[in-house]
Each structure stands twice: as C-alpha cells, then as structure tokens.
C-alpha cells in the first residue's frame, strides 16, 4: 500500500468506460460503514424530536435537523463521486481559506453562551466554521504527512506538523472553544502515532502540553476554568457550574437497565438538564432508553469506528490512511469526551456527539467526514470485478 | 514505515477506542444498574418550578409628577396542570371557589397541554376570603397555587379613561407579533390608549424562580433567581386639575375635550365620554360584559377625540377664510350682503333660521360666522384650493398622536368624490365644504392642531400625550418631543386677519357669551348639522388671544348650538388653566 513509500499505483484498465467505472467503485462503497451511519442518524433524528417535542413548536429542531441530514447527504454524494485525491491537492488553499474563516469568526462571529462560534448567513442561519475546520484540518495534515513521509526521528521531525495544527487550534482556543481545540490535539496525536511517530517522542510532546498548562490556563474565561474545577468537585457548586452534571448523572442514572421509555423522561420534559437537545442529548439516550439503549448507541460507533479503521488499512495512498486514521481519531475522542462528560468523568467542555447532537453545522462536517472515509475505501488498490 | 507497522498500529489505535468505550460502558452500567436506584429517587424527588416572578408596571404620571395610574399587590390564583391529580374533581371545585366558569378553566388547563410545568392563571385580583378559601382546600387541590402579583390600578377610575388605555391578557395575534420581543402567553398587555402605545417602556422585564420543590409543592430550595424589573415611568403633558375640569364640563354629554400646548402639541388635558372605569379590566374581564359593551349604543370603547370624525360646521371657516385671504380674494374690509340666503341657480340655501347680516365686512363675517359670505367666497376660491388649505392644516390626514387607531377623517375635493361616490362635484358641494357640511370629517385632535397652527403662526404641531419617559429611580430615558409635520405657508397679513377675526368671535361674536374676566379668548363656534339628530356643537379656541400659551377645543354631539353647548365647556378648562376659578371646587380626591 501507499503509506509505504513504494507504492504501486494499480491503473484501472484503460478500455472500461467511465460509466461502468463508476458502477465498479460504487460496487466498492462499504455497506457496513453506510449502515453504521444510517443508523447513527435515524438515533440522533429521534433524540432531537424527543428532546425537543414540548416546546411551543414541536417539529422545528427536528425539521431542521432533517433539513441539514438531506444537505449534508446530497453535498456527502457529491464528495464521493470526486476522487478523494483532489482535495490533497487542494490541500494548500483548504488550509488557508480555513485559517481565515476561523480568524473571521474572531471578527463578526456570533455570540452563543459567552463564545463566538458563529457566523451569521442571513436567512441560511448561521454557520459554526470550528465544525468544518476539524475536517479540514484532518485532510491538510494528512497530506502534509504525506508529503513528509518520514521516518520520524525525533520531536525535531514533527515539529512541521505540530505547528500545522497549532495555529487553527489557538484561533479555535481564543473563540474560546477549549472543547474543539483539545479535539484538535485528540486528532494530532492519532495521526501522528498511525503516520509512524515514535511513541518517546509523542510523549515529549504531551509532557510539553502539559508543561503549557498554566499559561493555558490563564488564557482561559472564567466560567471555562469553573468547568474544569467543578469538575474535578461537582458539589463546588451544585447549583451553578456542577447543577449540568449531577442534573445529567440523575437523568442517565434514573434510567435504570431499560429506561424510561421514549419521549417518557421525565428530567428531559422538566428541563433539569440544561444543553439537553444539543451537548447533553446523551443524558436523555440514558433516561429515556437505560442502559440497554446507551449500549446500542455505543455499539454503533464500535462498528463506525472500525470500519473507518479498515477504511485506513485499505487506503491506496499514504495520504487516504492518514485522513481515514484522522477521522476517526476525531470521532472516537468526541464521543468519549461527550458521554464521559454526561456521566461525570470528563469535564464540561461543550463538543458535541457525532450525528445523535441538535446543530447542522456538526451534523453534516459527520456525514462529509462519512463520504470522505467512503471515498478513500472505495478507490482502494484492488479494485473488485 | 512499512505497511506491517502502520496495520499494527491501527491496531493498537483500535484496540484505545474499543478500550474507551469500555470505560464508559463500565461507567453507564455503574450508574445506571448498580446506583440507578439512588438516582431514580433522587429524579423523583426533583421537581423544578420555574414561577415567573412578575415585573411591577410602569407608572403613569402627569406633568406635576401626580401619578395617575400605579400598581397594587394581589392574589393571582393559577394552576399547575402537571400536578393536577384529578381534574374531573378538581377543576369544578376551583372554578366554584374562584366563582369563574368551570369550562373556562378546562380550556386552559387543556391548552396547556404543550407546557405542562407551566403555571397557568385562573383568576387575577382574587379577593382575600377567597383566597384563605383556597388556602383551606389546599390538600384537595394539588396543583393550584397562590402567587402575588401586581394588579394595575387607575387612581382616579374613568378619568382619561381612552387615553391611559386599559390592559388585557395578550392576544394570539400581538403573541405572533410579539414574542421575538420576550412576551408570553397570559401576559397582560395595553390593550388601548399609552399603556398599548408605550407598552414596551411600562412593562419591564419579568423576574424569574427557578427552584427545586419537594412532593408536596413546597420549596426545598431556590436554584436560581432572577429579579423582576420594574417598567419605567411614563410622564405625561396631562395637567390634572385641567383634566378634571375638562371631565366635568362635559358632563354626561357625549363628545371630546382636548387642550394643549400650541408651541409643542403637549396634550394638557384629553377626555371623551362616554368612558369605562379601566380597573374594571385589570383583573380580567368575563367575556359576556365585553360583548355587551361592544353591543352598547353610546359606544364607551370609541375614543371621540382621535377615533371619530365629525362635520366640524363653522369651525370650518378657518380653512376657508385661510385661502379666500391667501389668494387674495378679500381682505379684512372686503365688503358683503348677507340677506339670509344665497342662491346657487335657482337653489336657495338659507342660513341659520334665514337671520339677515345685512351689510358687513370679512372680519365680521367671520365673528358672526355668516355662512352667505362663506358661500359666496367658496365660489371664488374653489373646491380645490379649500381641499388644499384643509390639507394644509393637516385634516384629512393622522395627527401623528401616540394614541392607537387614529383615523384620518375626510376633507373632500372633486377628485375624492369621483373615487368614491363615483359621482360629479357639483357646486352645493363647494358651498357645503366651505362651511363644514357635506362630506367633512374631522377628528376633534385634528381640529385642536389646526386651531394650534393658527395660534402659533401656522407651526402643524404633532400632539403627543407622553412627554417624558423616566427609569424607576426617576432619572429621564427618553423626552418625547416629535417634530412638527409641517407649516401652514400663511401670511402675517393673514394671520393677522384670522386672529382679529377670531378675537372678534369671543368680544362680540357667536362665542360672546364665554368671555373670560382678565383673559382675551379667541375662537370659532361650529354647529354641524347632524342626519342623527340635534347638531354637533363645536368650539375651538386658544388664550390669551395676542399671545397664545393654550388651545382647548370641544365638540358635543347632538347637542345645539356650539356657542351654547361647547364654547362654556372650553371657558371653564380655560378658567381653570389660567387660574381664573375663584370659587373652583377643590381638585376632586382620588377615589380609593
């Protein structure tokens, strides 16, 4: 394969048209990973609705929910019909038009709880730019490791690469979105340790990161370091920063092994969990479906995830396994972080979960994400007839 | 890096995310299987209400600072549907206390449907016995609770009734409108006069209880309080006394006062009767005694001043004496025969009882408001400059007040009439017009700017009623003072003209008879013949006559003559303004 340096390219055969080529790859899309998603979205649909169903208007989250599933699919489409290996060699405008939304953001963004995350479209809505520039971060760093194919020997050789990702995290970081830029981090380190990093080294780094903790932490907005704090001692302050956690550990924990049932919460209609239709959903997954539901819905992104892993495994260039490895890296961190943080063992940090979360702007960075790792199984080195 | 190692470490990259997951699969079964008991109890013991903690209303005082209406604390009694155990029982057994309607009470309960941890209010203002009744009932009736509110309260009942308005609970169609704007449902809302017009400076922003409650309803503790916001102040140019002369000098008559300032269209005084006491609406008023007085003939919820126009009669005559000396066509000396009637081809229209002038120049036409000078001018000066001059003087067209469904009344030309009577202007209509018969309708606010531009040099005033908005601690937010809407291009021979014919109405005119000792008044009379019965009766005046510091105007319908009916109704506010009341009964109490 191509993450290796001697890479044989095998050409499709030249006297096949582009139609029946088309047919050949699209025979190759992996039917598992399109299940897994489905699914994952049909779940997300169905939280949004029951989370969202007794407000005055009771269909407007999930409509425009669903409007946002059936923009993100159609542009999803479109991304798997173009050769993935056009956006690596787009790869250098991507990352400068993304350093520039991300810095405009800081200029007209829209506040949303004490953060600029937004940039208003007019009657589009608005438009959350952080979402997308995971993805895009993703897909410039793997073709920058691909470029610097390596080995890397020392801190010295990934110095390129953390600086790659640096600038965008601390554009990301001053929004403030602590959240999205330790997804940043989440992302840099897998793709470095599957690039072919050596483990010492990635250590260093981290020791480093954590040796820039008090300079962070001084950078940070006052109700971010409360987060970390009532985190750490929810009972700090039970009534503000800890209400969200013990609210959500009684909501998932009064589920029980069955749940409540569907649309039968009762700390969901009562509103005691705050955030409950966008970062907190999975508090509502818990109460209303137990256990056996959380299980499920884990159970669905154990089967995403690994079929974005042999997404990496089969990639015919160095640069698809890298972005394959990336997605996922990114996947799996927001997952742990957002239903760690709904049963209390990881902070506040406002990062949504993948497709199940109200909020288009995440919603469809998934699904591109989704094509993407379509795009790259498909055009894998053997192609099937 | 070979492709063994990079699968090897996929591997171990799948093998941190499986194990992850496992972390929190262990952590969710821990929760929820091993503690889930715990925190199922702990979900039952939490109940959340969120009780709206109601903004106390923007007061509402006149110039000197005398507050017309304020606010007092009551019982709203209100319901928590989710709480409601068994409403078969219970919600006849509320409406009973409560003397409402029962089905009045299932409807709201039942729209509540959507929001059920919502409070959702049953009655206003529930009188004391009633509510230690409740209190009583309390264990029978899970779900009902008592909350203290502010009740608006009109001090002086139906005094300016139309003008300050009167609240009611919000419509669906203001909600649709409003709500971007923070407005709920079952809010009260000014419904008419400021309180609708200022509604967003008096309401303030509502507070909010955010609190656990145990299962008894009671509180175990506050979660989070927001304080209420009280509304601001609203000052209004409305002299109280001057307000209550007003009142009185109408008397049980139909029809409209309105005083103010001519240099600034502060309104000083504004009544219209027939009034409602608006306390009557501030709790909530039962739908059967909304339509009956919808149904009433006097019409109580018109506001005559802005909401109603009239033929204005003779008052008329300033329009048109304002173009006929304008033009050119007659000056102060311009000499005339009246001999009682006029002659349009062959039709003769009489003047009032056929009374011969006799001889007379302009000036004393308009002092003895001879209509056959006035026809007779009318036929030189034309439809449509006196359409123009009406104009002018902005009839035909909203003041601009801040009062809600202003009207703008009719001047009418050649051009209107075809449009809609689809009919041809024929002369009687020009000799109508000129005098304020026919098809003109002027609201009573209309004719006190048009009278205003008069007295201070042809300025067309925007009256406003509010002149000030102060924040609660009293420090001013916002001074009201709209710009004029336009100038009456009058000359200063015209003027002069129109006032000494005006002066001439009071000294020995029609409106001798309400001269003032040690005040000049100037003004017309009108008495516009009516299709309903006796005529309106018309006065609009200012004082003092040489330097105008007051115009007050006053229009009684089917009355009699203006001199007779309305010109002492405008004495008396005049007498009262200029302190001119030696024996003025005491600025009547506020009724409690």
Redo the contacts between chains.
């Keep these: ?1 191509s ?2 340096s001697t890479a044989t390219v095998a050409a499709p055969a030249s006297v096949s048209t582009h139609g029946a080529r088309t047919r050949r790859l699209a025979r190759n899309l992996d039917p598992i990973l399109i299940i897994a998603t489905a699914a994952l979205v049909a779940f997300g649909l169905l939280m949004v609705y029951s989370t969202t169903r ?3 208007h ?1 269909f407007l989250y999930t409509r425009s929910q669903l409007l946002h599933i059936v923009i993100g699919v159609s542009v999803g489409i479109v991304l798997i019909a173009v050769d993935y290996r056009t956006l690596a060699s787009a790869s250098r405008w991507l990352y400068v038009a993304n350093l520039g939304i991300l810095a405009a953001v800081l200029v007209v963004g829209r506040s949303s709880l004490g953060a600029q995350r937004w940039i208003p479209l007019g009657p589009l809505g608005q438009f959350q730019p952080s979402e997308i520039a995971k993805l895009v971060i993703v897909i410039t760093l793997a073709k920058h490791m691909a470029d610097r ?3 890397y020997r020392s801190v010295r050789d990934l110095l390129p690469f953390l600086g790659h990702v640096a600038l965008p995290m601390f554009l990301i970081f001053r929004q403030p979105d602590l959240g999205t830029a330790l997804v940043y981090g989440a992302i840099f380190a ?1 793709m470095l ?4 990093a050596r483990r010492r080294d990635l250590a260093g780094l981290a020791a480093g990161a954590c040796l820039l903790f008090p300079v962070l932490w001084h950078l940070l907005k006052e109700y971010q370091r409360r987060r970390l704090m009532v985190f750490l001692d929810p009972s700090l302050d039970p ?1 503000g920063s800890g ?1 969200g956690i013990i ?1 959500s ?9 069955w749940g409540k049932g569907l649309f039968a919460g ?2 969901n ?4 969990v705050p955030e409950h239709h966008t970062d907190f959903i999975f508090s509502v997954v ?1 109460e209303e479906l ?2 056996a539901g ?2 499920l819905l ?1 159970g669905l ?2 089967v995403w ?2 079929r974005g ?1 042999r997404t ?2 089969v990639a015919r260039d160095r640069f698809g ?1 890298l972005a394959a ?1 990336g997605i ?2 990114m996947v ?1 961190f927001h ?2 972080v957002n ?2 943080m709904t ?3 990881m902070p506040i940090t406002g990062i949504p979960l993948p497709f199940i979360s109200y909020g288009g702007s995440a919603l469809m960075t998934m699904l591109w994400a989704t094509a993407l790792l379509l795009n790259i199984g498909m055009r894998h080195q053997k192609i099937r007839f | 890096m070979d492709r063994e190692s990079f699968e090897r470490r996929l591997v171990v990259l799948f093998a941190v995310i499986t194990g992850l997951l496992a972390v929190l699969s262990v952590r969710l079964w821990q929760v929820q299987v091993v503690q889930g008991d715990y925190f199922s109890r702990l979900a039952e013991e939490n109940r959340l209400r969120v009780t709206t903690l109601a903004a106390p209303r923007g007061l509402v005082i006149d110039r000197a600072g005398r507050p017309l209406v304020a606010n007092r604390p009551a019982f709203t009694v209100a319901l928590l549907p989710t709480e409601v155990v068994n409403p078969q029982q219970e919600i006849p057994e509320i409406a009973r206390l409560l003397g409402i309607d029962a089905a009045d009470v299932w409807q709201r309960f039942a729209a509540s449907r959507g929001q059920p941890f919502q409070p959702v209010r049953l009655r206003r203002d529930v009188p004391k016995t009633v509510v230690a009744a409740v209190e009583e009932s309390r264990m029978d009736l899970p779900g009902v609770l008592v909350q203290v509110e502010p009740v608006r309260e009109y001090l002086y009942h139906d005094l300016a009734a139309h003008l300050l308005g009167y609240l009611g609970e919000i419509s669906d169609a203001d909600l649709r409108r409003l709500r971007a704007d923070g407005y709920e449902p079952g809010e009260l809302i000014g419904k008419a006069g400021v309180e609708r017009v200022y509604d967003r400076y008096l309401r303030g922003r509502n507070g909010e209880l955010r609190a656990e409650v145990d299962a008894m309803g009671r509180l175990s503790r506050t979660l989070r309080t927001i304080p209420a916001v009280a509304g601001d102040t609203l000052v209004l140019g409305i002299d109280l006394p001057m307000q209550q002369a007003a009142e009185a000098a109408l008397g049980d008559r139909l029809g409209a006062v309105v005083a103010m300032d001519p240099a600034t269209g502060a309104v000083e005084a504004f009544a219209s009767h027939p009034a409602l006491d608006p306390n009557l609406f501030s709790a909530g008023i039962p739908s059967a005694a909304w339509s009956a007085l919808l149904r009433d003939p006097r019409q109580p919820l018109i506001d005559r001043a802005v909401q109603a126009g009239y033929p204005t009669g003779s008052v008329f005559k300033i329009v048109t004496a304002s173009a006929a000396l304008q033009l050119g066509l007659v000056t102060a000396d311009t000499e005339f025969y009246d001999p009682g009637y006029y002659n349009l081809g062959g039709r003769i229209f009489h003047d009032n009882e056929n009374e011969s002038f006799g001889h007379l120049n302009f000036l004393n036409a308009i002092a003895v408001s001879s209509n056959v000078v006035f026809w007779t001018i009318s036929r030189s000066v034309g439809p449509e400059h006196i359409s123009e001059y009406a104009h002018q003087y902005g009839l035909g067209a909203r003041t601009g007040v801040d009062l809600p469904d202003e009207i703008a009344g009719v001047v009418p030309d050649p051009a209107w009439k075809r449009r809609v009577y689809h009919q041809p202007w024929y002369a009687g209509d020009t000799l109508n017009t000129a005098v304020g018969q026919g098809y003109v309708l002027v609201t009573p606010m209309q004719a006190a700017r048009m009278i205003a531009a008069v007295a201070n040099g042809g300025t067309l005033v925007t009256p406003h009623i509010a002149v000030e908005i102060r924040s609660p601690s009293g420090q001013v937010i916002q001074e009201i003072a709209p710009p004029p809407a336009g100038h009456v291009p009058l000359s200063p021979q015209t003027l002069s003209v129109l006032r000494a014919g005006l002066s001439a109405v009071v000294t020995r005119g029609t409106a001798a008879s309400i001269q003032i000792p040690g005040l000049a008044v100037a003004g017309k009379t009108g008495t516009a013949e009516s299709a309903h019965g006796k005529p309106y009766a018309w006065f609009v005046g200012y004082a003092p006559a040489d330097n105008p510091k007051l115009v007050v105007i006053a229009m009684v319908e089917n009355a009699g003559y203006g001199a007779e009916f309305a010109g002492p109704i405008v004495q008396r506010v005049l007498e009262t303004a200029f302190g001119l009341t030696p024996a003025a009964p005491p600025a009547g109490d506020p009724k409690p």
């Design positions: 394969m993450a290796v007794s407000t005055p009771p194919p390596g080995p897998g340790y599957a690039g072919g009534l209400y609210q550990k009684i909501a998932v924990g009064s589920g029980m092994t009762t700390q209609v009562l509103q005691f818990g137990g256990f959380a299980l884990l992104f154990l995830l690994w892993v990496a495994a396994a490895a996922v890296s799996a997952v742990f239903v760690g049963v209390g063992i």
